[in-house]
């Protein structure tokens, strides 16, 4: 599964095992309250849920979006 963290001062794609939008939100929200700054969120992220991060590519087609400006996870329409 291929998830795209965004923000304002970043973009970021991470790789990990399927899980679904309410585990997904869970799992984020456990992130951002370990993060005292947004940007070390991904990190942050991959190191307490086994993800890996990815080289980002702006075609990439991804499972989710974390949206980290509004808190909003989403499936993009391709």
């Not at 984020?28 to 980002?56: E, G, T, V, W």
Request: charged residues 30%; hydrophobic residues 35%.
């Amino acid at each position: 599964m291929i998830i795209k963290i965004e923000g304002y001062f970043f973009q970021n794609l991470i790789t990990g095992p399927l899980c679904t939008q309410e585990e997904l939100y869970q799992k984020y929200i456990q992130a951002k309250m370990l993060s005292l700054n947004i940007r070390d969120l991904p990190d942050i992220f991959c190191r307490l849920h086994n993800f890996d991060r990815l080289r980002f590519e702006d075609d990439t087609e991804v499972g989710f979006v974390i949206d980290t400006d509004t808190d909003r996870i989403y499936r993009p329409i391709y």
